[in-house]
């Protein structure tokens, strides 16, 4: 065994033991995941979550994040990366961010946050990997903890040069750490890594794939073992690691990742890509859904990523970076003002309660309803955010999707779509896209649609339901949920599972049979 191999699998055998779910989180109760709540986890996870969008899904409805451009370098090569792009570990593919240095990167946080108060979180996830760029990414950390101290940092890493920063990861603070984790099997880490760049050496081939998965197992036990909350990306690539990553997600959660965030493969051949040039597709949004489904119980699955780009700040979902491009930055007047960032995110707190206090019980009002407890629907929400029933149907460009059960309103993913309403007309094409996107979802809520919109959507089986609008989502939702029961128990509908959706992501057409029920 040559000493490499002799190290790694040195370290693979200690990394083994089992450590269960959570960094010093989770009681067993409830999965510790982007969907608890306040009195599902334990306080002090909970004060690490509760503002964190990526880490909540909850929180992502009220808070956002942003994104500074700060890593170029990187160390390793994945099959789905061109380097003229963003790090597609966290980004789409086909955007390019604008590089900043930590100073400029520490102003713009600044501006920022004295402009959108609900701004919680500061990630480094780019355009390389921000461990290959090691001091301009921890001089950013310095800087911006300084200026805006009430500023959450975050970094996404492929985990390479992990084990050598975790000391300085811990000693900046830094709660929330995402490692890309696409295999533990060697082999199949092949085909996704032509080669790693480690201690001044180049591997390839398996050779590369073993160096890189040890590294990254050995680098989340590190940052779990500190209580630094873990969240693993994986890129589902249909045929190459697509079943295996039920394994992967099995391995994580023992190596205590709080999150498993399973997001798909975006590949086109302009994005010059070795996957895109080669044809290897990305997976169906349903695929992705019977995956990440296959995966509950394991790692808890974050399901609301928005694969942002690296400079990416607003809500998950929406893009306000051109607000804050360097030339307005510099010539942007700002004042950090701790204070009022303050009570602005008490009264979001004030809010997000009282709609939980209402949403229990309007949960609570289902039991008893007949059949609940064997029925799942699937339905659309448009919205802008906060949690509320916001968007115009005509205006939407994607929806959110929630499963209806006995236990309530569980959000499932997102569909991107064209915009129906062009120029004050609507468009017929985009509106035949919209229905084959949402075409599993018994019903789609809206703030307002048109007569048009409607009654094609009705043809198509699909409910429009515009009487909620502006309310809170999951309030809304369980309470059509109920009425949809009654009409079932009264003999009007019969429920019908609808059938796979033929789904954009990304922009990407997957084609994948229509099948109505
Ligand atoms: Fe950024 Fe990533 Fe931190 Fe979030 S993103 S570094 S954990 S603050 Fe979030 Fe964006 Fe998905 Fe990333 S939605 S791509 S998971
Ligand atoms: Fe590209 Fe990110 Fe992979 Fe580096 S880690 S090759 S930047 S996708």
Redesign the pocket.
């Known amino acids: 065994m040559d000493p490499l191999t002799a190290q790694q699998d040195a370290i693979m055998q200690e990394i083994a033991r089992h450590k269960g779910c959570g960094s010093g989180g989770g009681d067993g109760k409830t999965g510790c995941g982007s969907t608890a709540g306040r009195d599902d986890l334990p306080p002090e996870i909970w004060e690490k979550v509760k503002n964190h969008p990526?880490y909540s899904e909850e929180a992502h409805h009220h808070y956002a994040?942003m994104?500074v451009a700060v890593a170029p370098a990187c160390n390793i090569q994945c099959n789905y990366c061109n380097r003229k792009y963003d790090c597609a570990n966290?980004s789409r593919p086909g955007v390019v961010s604008e590089r900043l240095t930590p100073e400029q990167a520490a102003r713009k946080v600044v501006a920022v946050a004295s402009t959108i108060p609900q701004m919680t979180?500061l990630?480094i996830?780019g355009p390389g990997d921000p461990l290959a760029n090691p001091a301009k990414t921890f001089r950013t950390f310095e800087l911006v903890s300084r200026a805006a101290p009430d500023i959450k940092l975050?970094?996404?890493t492929n985990g390479l040069a992990l084990p050598d920063h975790v000391d300085t990861i811990a000693g900046f603070k830094v709660d929330?750490v995402?490692i890309t984790i696409n295999m533990i099997d060697p082999e199949i880490g092949a085909r996704i890594y032509p080669w790693v760049f480690w201690n001044h050496r180049r591997y390839t081939g398996v050779e590369a794939a073993r160096l890189l998965t040890a590294r990254q197992l050995q680098g989340l036990e590190m940052l779990t073992e500190r209580g630094i909350l873990c969240?693993v990306?994986s890129v589902m690539i249909p045929g190459v690691n697509d079943r295996h990553l039920i394994e992967v997600n099995r391995a994580v959660k023992e190596r205590g990742a709080f999150l498993h965030?399973i997001m798909p493969l975006i590949s086109a051949p302009e994005h010059g890509t070795v996957f895109g040039l080669t044809g290897q597709r990305g997976p169906t949004a349903q695929e992705l859904k019977t995956l990440q489904d296959a995966c509950e119980g394991g790692a808890n699955m974050?399901r609301h990523?928005?694969?942002?780009r690296a400079d990416?700040v607003g809500l998950?979902g929406e893009d306000r970076s051109a607000e804050f491009t360097t030339d307005k930055i510099m010539a942007m007047d700002v004042s950090y003002d701790l204070d009022g960032r303050r009570a602005y995110q008490a009264r979001v707190e004030e809010d997000r309660q009282s709609r939980v206090e209402a949403r229990e019980a309007e949960l609570r009002t289902l039991d008893g309803h007949g059949g609940a407890s064997g029925v799942t629907v699937l339905v659309a929400v448009a919205t802008k955010g906060s949690g509320l029933i916001n968007e115009h149907f005509g205006h939407a460009r994607e929806f959110q999707v929630y499963e209806l059960s006995a236990a309530g309103a569980k959000f499932v993913g997102h569909r991107r779509v064209d915009l129906y309403c062009q120029g004050g007309y609507g468009e017929e094409d985009s509106l035949a896209g919209i229905i084959r996107a949402i075409n599993d979802c018994h019903a789609v809520f809206v703030a307002k649609i048109g007569g048009c919109p409607k009654a094609d959507l009705i043809a198509a089986g699909i409910e429009p339901v515009d009487g909620y609008a502006h309310d809170d989502i999951a309030t809304s939702t369980i309470a059509w949920f109920k009425s949809y029961l009654d009409r079932i128990g009264r003999g009007e509908i019969v429920h019908a599972a609808r059938g796979d959706a033929l789904i954009r992501q990304g922009g990407l057409i997957a084609l994948q049979s229509l099948n109505v029920a």
């Not at 990523?305 to 942002?308: D, H, L, S, T």
């Open positions: 990526c994040r994104h966290e979180v990630g996830a975050c970094l996404s929330h995402t969240k990306n965030n974050m990523c928005r694969q942002c990416a998950l």
